[in-house]
């Protein structure tokens, strides 16, 4: 898979999403209404999160001075001069925009959902201020329009919870984000990479944790610290490390391989005013940041839910050392998805592919005949047999695919075997010229297990056997590369 999304992006970004939605340019235009905060007036707790600036992250919101109608008019007449036929999103974006009563709320609210050309509400807000009757009303609101909630979360680490002085448990977060979700409420949650004294594996797991909860979208920021905060104050005393551009960069990118397709990233990188950030410095430059967000994206060969599948890994070693005048052969062609994919990888060269099941081969066959691919031959016996077939091929074939286990909706009584798996790939290693591979996608079922013991102990001459996993689920599929190594002494 390369560039699914719109603007030669690797990931699904909101202006893909709100083009699909709404078929036009959407713009979010921020404003300020001026509330405040449970976490700053002391319902919570006192002076807010450590690393909020006095605008309550609203560096970008309009003039608090303006009621909310002039505040939208004048982003919107500056808008249109580049954007003609643009649609808007009021973004209350300001401090929490639920801390109010129902009236207050509805009046905000509703003075910009009725100008014209405006398609949703977006709220920033807390899972702790929203009562009981701002729910009903959100409620009533998501029926008329698009509306959008954005919780922030950060971090899912307690004890950074604790120190960034967030005043809310996981649990709360968490009741709130199902509750959004019940009542069909897109969810959007507000992480921070980089926080004091976290790992990357910390990071991960929080991405981790909000890819299971099914949220809607994402907002990745990188911490930043900027005059007059508790933060700015405390990075003076302890000198925390902070990450470099090449690591929010490299973290970035795996959390984007972790997220599923679906989740849209509403922002990838913070954008700080230049005149009050302390640290980092390399964010003033936003798009030089976006920009190596792509380009290591692009050098990995990855993209959005990448390690959603161990499958994505296998085809990406494909892509990479696969010719277009290759011979491959897929041992297990199944329902064909693998055996059409090599076959496009291939064009000019020619596909091979091995099923004991009268039913793969039928549906491997349909599906190549539908996209119209001619260079392939099924052989309608076990992978066993696979030198038997192809002697005439011996030391010619680039790669050997194996998805072993059972046929997808088929009869899951009918399974690869240690035995039979372990001879077919001792058969096909004959067949590799000097750059060829075998990939072997393995299950941890019983059987499963048994077959990757098997083959890791297998020993060759010229031999190099490397394992791929994309999940911490021991359960998950995982990958078992099989490759010549001219460098690599007898075993």
């Known amino acids: 898979m390369k560039n699914i999304y719109l603007d030669n992006k690797r990931y699904h970004t909101l202006n893909h999403f709100?083009?699909?939605?709404?078929?036009?340019?959407?713009?979010?235009?921020?404003?300020?209404?001026?509330?405040?905060?449970?976490?700053?007036?002391?319902?919570?707790?006192?002076?807010?999160?450590?690393?909020?600036?006095?605008?309550?992250?609203?560096?970008?919101?309009?003039?608090?001075?303006?009621?909310?109608?002039?505040?939208?008019?004048?982003?919107?007449?500056?808008?249109?001069k580049k954007w003609k036929n643009a649609k808007y999103i009021p973004y209350f974006q300001a401090h929490t925009n639920t801390y109010a009563s129902v009236d207050v709320l509805r009046e905000m609210y509703e003075s910009v959902l009725c100008l014209d050309n405006v398609v949703g509400l977006s709220i920033a807000t807390r899972c702790d201020a929203i009562s009981d009757e701002v729910f009903d009303y959100l409620c009533d609101l998501n029926k008329r329009t698009f509306l959008t909630i954005e919780l922030g979360l950060q971090t899912i680490h307690e004890d950074t919870s604790k120190l960034i002085n967030r005043c809310h448990t996981l649990e709360c977060f968490e009741n709130m984000v199902k509750r959004l979700k019940k009542h069909k409420i897109h969810t959007v949650?507000?992480?921070?990479?980089g926080l004091p004294y976290e790992t990357k594996e910390m990071m991960l797991e929080t991405v981790k944790y909000l890819d299971k909860l099914k949220v809607d979208g994402i907002k990745i920021h990188?911490?930043?610290?900027?005059?007059?905060?508790?933060?700015?104050k405390m990075y003076e005393e302890e000198k925390f490390s902070l990450l470099t551009k090449d690591e929010y960069v490299d973290i970035t990118c795996d959390q984007i391989e972790l997220l599923s397709p679906n989740v849209v990233i509403h922002r990838a990188s913070s954008d700080p005013k230049k005149e009050d950030l302390i640290e980092p410095t390399w964010l003033v430059k936003k798009f030089g940041v976006l920009n190596d967000i792509d380009k290591e994206l692009r050098r990995r060969n990855t993209y959005q839910g990448f390690r959603k599948s161990i499958l994505n890994k296998q085809r990406q070693i494909l892509e990479i050392n696969l010719k277009n005048n290759d011979i491959v052969v897929d041992a297990t062609v199944g329902n064909g998805n693998d055996t059409l994919f090599l076959a496009n990888l291939v064009k000019d060269g020619y596909v091979y592919g091995f099923d004991i099941q009268k039913i793969a081969i039928s549906n491997t066959k349909?599906?190549?005949?539908?996209?119209?691919?001619?260079?392939y031959t099924l052989?309608?016996?076990?992978?066993?047999?696979?030198?038997?077939?192809?002697?005439?091929?011996?030391?010619?074939?680039?790669?050997?695919?194996?998805?072993?286990?059972?046929?997808?909706?088929?009869?899951?009584?009918?399974?690869?075997?240690?035995?039979?798996?372990?001879?077919?790939?001792?058969?096909?290693?004959?067949?590799?010229?000097?750059?060829?591979?075998?990939?072997?996608?393995?299950?941890?079922?019983?059987?499963?297990k048994k077959e990757a013991q098997a083959i890791k102990k297998l020993k060759f001459k010229d031999m190099e056997?490397?394992?791929?996993?994309?999940?911490?689920?021991?359960?998950?599929?995982?990958?078992i590369e099989i490759k010549k190594n001219s460098k690599q002494k007898d075993a």
Do not use: W
């Not at 349909?366 to 260079?375: E, I, Y």
């Open 18 to 80: 709100y083009q699909n939605k709404f078929g036009c340019k959407v713009c979010k235009i921020s404003l300020n209404a001026g509330l405040s905060c449970p976490n700053i007036d002391g319902t919570l707790g006192y002076g807010g999160c450590i690393y909020c600036s006095k605008s309550g992250s609203g560096e970008y919101g309009g003039d608090v001075n303006d009621d909310l109608v002039t505040q939208f008019n004048k982003v919107k007449s500056v808008i249109d």
């Open 189 to 193: 949650v507000h992480i921070i990479n």
């Open 222 to 232: 990188m911490l930043n610290i900027v005059r007059g905060t508790k933060l700015a």
């Open 366 to 375: 349909k599906l190549l005949d539908d996209n119209n691919v001619t260079n």
């Open 379 to 448: 052989i309608n016996k076990s992978h066993e047999f696979i030198f038997q077939e192809l002697s005439n091929l011996k030391s010619k074939v680039t790669a050997v695919v194996y998805n072993l286990g059972y046929l997808p909706k088929g009869d899951k009584s009918i399974v690869t075997k240690e035995e039979t798996t372990i001879k077919s790939i001792k058969e096909a290693f004959k067949l590799l010229n000097n750059k060829g591979f075998i990939l072997v996608v393995v299950y941890p079922h019983l059987e499963g």
């Open 465 to 479: 056997i490397n394992e791929y996993h994309n999940d911490d689920n021991v359960e998950a599929p995982y990958l």
